[in-house]
């Protein structure tokens, strides 16, 4: 049975208007209103309820998407009891966002193996879940990109990239040292941001060993000067999860 001209006509202009919802629900809820005899605003409010809903979902996974992260890690699988070194209140804290609306940095200094990232990329998810763009990269391919972008002449344009972000995650900082220009571009980077963009750092390295990966000690100390002018500092200095496994199947 075709349908009536009117219904194609409205599918049409749904689908113009771009509100799939809408489209999707229009009838079954005005079954539901007919039969409870809701009026005609109540009938629009619940659709357009309905369609804000899936529009703030969709904009979320878009969001986490373009995050780019690793894997998707939630506060939620953290294990807080084994890792007690860890500021729980703080991080939990942290989780509602008000650092990134101040503009403040986040650092997670400790051991390996110890859940940094797994922090990190939490932090970054409920971002992401607040309408904020966020951007996940490892510092070593933050650096790898840089060079390669300045190879090519077309650095202002990932620096343009990196400053549309809200929230901006550098994971594993001090696995690898920079060559001079890999660490003055890095600095660039995180000047850039300074009072302008949040950014979150993970790190295995005390700060006073920073220079053995950035090469200079004048250079190090402008970017500790940028990072901690305004910071929230995590320490991780439990046993590495990885260790753990390792020793319960040795056991085994």
């Known amino acids: 049975m075709s349908k009536d001209p009117s219904v194609l006509l409205l599918e049409h202009h749904l689908k113009a208007l771009k509100l799939p919802t809408l489209l999707r629900d229009y009838a079954s809820v005005a ?50 009891g084994a890792q007690p070194s860890i500021n729980e209140p703080l991080m939990r804290e942290l989780l509602r966002g008000e650092y990134i609306g101040k503009k403040e940095n986040i650092l997670l200094v400790g051991n390996p193996g110890t859940g940094k990232t797994h922090l990190a990329s939490a932090l970054g998810f409920a971002a992401c879940s607040q309408g904020k763009r966020v951007k996940f990269i490892t510092t070593t391919a933050l650096v790898t990109q840089l060079l390669e972008q300045r190879e090519n002449r077309s ?98």
């Open 31 to 80: 079954a539901v209103c007919a039969q409870e005899r809701s009026d005609y605003p109540q009938y629009l409010l619940r659709l357009t309820e309905r369609e804000l809903i899936d529009r703030e979902r969709r904009a979320t996974e878009r969001r986490i998407k373009e995050a780019q992260f690793p894997v998707i890690k939630t506060i939620d699988s953290f294990e807080f």
């Open 155 to 252: 650095l202002q344009r990932l620096y343009k990239q990196l400053q549309r972000q809200d929230v901006l995650i550098l994971d594993e900082l001090g696995y690898v040292p920079f060559s001079k220009t890999g660490a003055e571009l890095l600095f660039d980077v995180v000047g850039r941001a300074y009072e302008q963009t949040s950014l979150i750092v993970t790190t295995n390295l005390p700060f006073e060993q920073w220079t053995e990966v950035l090469g200079s000690e004048r250079l190090t100390g402008a970017m500790l000067d940028r990072l901690t002018h305004r910071v929230h500092i995590l320490e991780a200095n439990g046993e590495s999860y990885r260790l753990k496994q390792a020793k319960a199947r040795k056991r085994k």
